[in-house]
């Protein structure tokens, strides 16, 4: 039986993809900050299911309740990192480019190398994390989120890139980047092309089973992000 972790498990597409594991043959270990959502979960799939509670806001505890995971399982197959907030925060509120910070840059970081640094030395293993569309470019509206998520891209692309040094070539690093998902991350109501969260979570399935470097979700957004790529800074701040 394979071993994941999802951090980020209590709702959307941490719990969907969890299910799925699950039904793949997995043995997931979730966390989250609501626990009661996390047992839950266990309740649907009792003997499959590791209940972590944890705030990756708190690095000392990602740190944790990472090593207790591993303690448990031995060995780790795959890394999924869902955790995230963001703010429609156009006044720059500092309580919300704080919190943003401390979740998606210093907490995700922390993850990312522990998991790195896991699959190095097992020489084989799967980090997977859900950036999104907004890591292309910035955005007036929410500042914060749109530069953590472009942290993150930077930041699994560097992963990437290091895996040069793994002999095996067992480890792989995928960057998730979804547009606008059904969930409470989608930031505002009425979104430009909202994908169900059914849909998103099958093609970010598929994108982990294929192992690729850069998922968008849905596969249309790579049209977008193909426009956002080129499109000079002037435009932007005329359209967007």
Do not use: C
């Amino acid at each position: 039986m394979k071993n994941a972790i999802v951090f980020g498990a209590t709702s959307g597409i941490g719990k969907s993809l969890t299910e799925i594991l699950v039904n793949d043959g997995y043995q997931v270990a979730i966390t989250g900050r609501r626990l009661a959502l996390l047992v839950a979960l266990k309740n649907k799939f009792p003997n499959q299911i590791l209940v972590k509670q944890n705030d990756i806001q708190d690095v000392r505890d990602v740190e944790k309740i990472f090593h207790e995971i591993v303690a448990e399982f031995e060995t780790i197959d795959l890394v999924i990192q869902s955790s995230g907030v963001g703010f429609i925060n156009p006044k720059l509120e500092w309580n919300h480019e704080e919190q943003s910070i401390n979740t998606n840059v210093l907490g995700v970081t922390k993850l990312y190398t522990l998991a790195y640094i896991l699959f190095k030395n097992q020489q084989f293993g799967h980090l997977v994390g859900i950036s999104s569309i907004a890591s292309l470019r910035g955005n007036r509206a929410a500042p914060v989120y749109f530069a953590t998520k472009a942290y993150q891209k930077a930041y699994l692309e560097s992963l990437y890139i290091k895996t040069k040094s793994i002999k095996s070539k067992k480890v792989f690093i995928t960057d998730i980047r979804p547009g606008f998902v059904d969930t409470a991350m989608a930031l505002s109501d009425g979104v430009f092309w909202l994908v169900p969260l059914e849909k998103a979570v099958k093609q970010i399935h598929t994108a982990i089973k294929k192992k690729k470097r850069v998922a968008y979700i849905s596969k249309r957004w790579r049209l977008i992000a193909w426009v956002l790529k080129i499109a000079p800074a002037w435009l932007l701040k005329k359209a967007l």
